[in-house]
């Protein structure tokens, strides 16, 4: 019997941790965005979900492995070859679930080190960089050797996101803001990724011929990327004016001595 393949029931464990985990960051993904910045809600709301994009990424690590050394078994719903199985639940879903950890670790250390630079350099969060770096190129490698377009234009967000980390975490003399803008993009960036798996993934039992399908993938991407631009602009717009109320002059006040004496 397949339940006691020795891949079966540890990938079954995975599944119900998953999504327990899982449902806690999809829902918990809002919180930061609508409560105030700053304020103790966000924080909190934060912390909760950079926690269970951490977990819910480590259990997606565990199904994707157990699906690469068993693809029929763990997944006898889906009606394609071991190879696109192994592919797409495999391979996909581990670059998925470390750009997940990759982008929450980042953005999370973003706004700890935002007095101390520095610190953002550190052993975990570097080696998060080269690892999601490898995990991109399989993807496009496997990708083209199933010729399958998805996998090959879902890398490209590895690429881009290992680019601007670096790009912050070795900048010589980083903005008042780019932490802030970091932050944002690498936190929702992680918000984009749990739900690309969400609506990707558990299309497959509820609605198979949408499963692969690139436009119901990119929903996520374009909200995500939409909330990005909208909350980073805010962010600069707002520095811009805190800067020109410093820079100008303060006004003086007349005095007594500066009104002429009548004659």
């Not at 965005?33 to 934060?46: D, M, N, P, S, Y």
């Not at 750009?99 to 973003?110: E, F, P, Q, R, V």
């Not at 190129?137 to 996101?161: D, E, K, Y």
Request: aromatic fraction near 12%; hydrophobic fraction near 50%.
């Amino acid at each position: 019997m397949v339940w006691f393949d020795p891949f079966v029931v540890p990938f079954h464990y995975f599944v119900v941790a998953h999504i327990l985990t899982g449902s806690v960051g999809l829902i918990g993904f809002w919180g930061p965005i609508f409560t105030r910045k700053g304020a103790a809600a966000h924080r909190q709301t934060g912390r909760v979900f950079t926690l269970s994009m951490l977990i819910t990424g480590t259990f997606a690590i565990c199904m994707s492995t157990c699906t690469i050394l068993d693809p029929i078994t763990t997944h006898p719903h889906v009606h394609e070859s071991a190879e696109l199985i192994r592919g797409i639940f495999g391979w996909m879903m581990l670059y998925l679930a470390i750009l997940t950890i990759n982008l929450a670790w980042y953005g999370w250390l973003c706004i700890r080190n935002r007095k101390q630079h520095e610190a953002n350099r550190g052993f975990i969060n570097l080696t998060l960089q080269a690892v999601l770096l490898v995990a991109a190129v399989n993807c496009v490698w496997q990708g083209w050797l199933l010729r399958q377009p998805l996998m090959l234009g879902i890398s490209t967000i590895g690429f881009a996101t290992v680019a601007t980390n670096l790009w912050f975490l070795f900048k010589p003399t980083p903005s008042a803001i780019d932490w802030l803008l970091e932050h944002i993009k690498a936190l929702v960036g992680a918000g984009i990724s749990v739900y690309t798996a969400f609506f990707a993934f558990g299309a497959v039992r509820l609605m198979p011929e949408l499963a692969l399908n690139p436009l119901f993938w990119s929903i996520p991407l374009v909200i995500g990327l939409g909330l990005i631009l909208y909350h980073q602009r805010r962010v600069i717009l707002s520095h811009r004016r805190g800067r020109a109320q410093r820079q100008q002059p303060p006004v003086r006040r007349s005095s007594s001595s500066d009104v002429p004496l009548a004659t």
